[in-house]
């Protein structure tokens, strides 16, 4: 079992800056990749940036630019650097874990980013 600890979100306005981190527990597979998903109200979750620890990283079009996505400590800890924030960026953050070969399994339990003036 893995065990995911999110921290950082909160409110900002528009133009803004936010660092979420999530710190990774337990029997966690050898090749693995963590990540950032969010999902906005009444919209499907969806993958915002992942980075496996052989170094790949991957992200949606819309944050390209704007966020970074950077893993350390052992590669059990990975954060979400996120710059220029908009009102579209809005949601609950969730970070994942999950071995390279699969889809993502274990789950935090979310932290709301409110992008707002």
């Known amino acids: 079992q893995v065990h995911l600890v999110e921290s950082g979100g909160g409110l900002v306005q528009p133009g803004g800056s936010l660092i979420l981190s999530c710190v990774a527990s337990?029997?966690?597979?050898?090749?693995?990749?963590m990540g950032w998903y969010r999902q906005a109200p009444g919209k499907e979750r969806e993958m915002v940036a992942t980075?496996?620890?052989?170094?790949?990283?991957n992200c949606v079009d819309s944050v390209k630019g704007r966020f970074a996505i950077s893993r350390e400590s052992g590669w059990t800890t990975v954060y979400l650097q996120k710059n220029h924030l908009q009102t579209e960026d809005t949601a609950v953050y969730y970070c994942?874990?999950?071995?390279?070969?699969?889809?993502?399994?274990?789950w935090g339990e979310g932290t709301q980013v409110t992008v707002s003036s």
């Open positions: 337990g029997s966690i597979p050898g090749n693995n990749v």
């Open positions: 994942t874990l999950y071995a390279l070969t699969e889809e993502p399994s274990y």
């Open positions: 980075k496996a620890n052989g170094g790949w990283t």
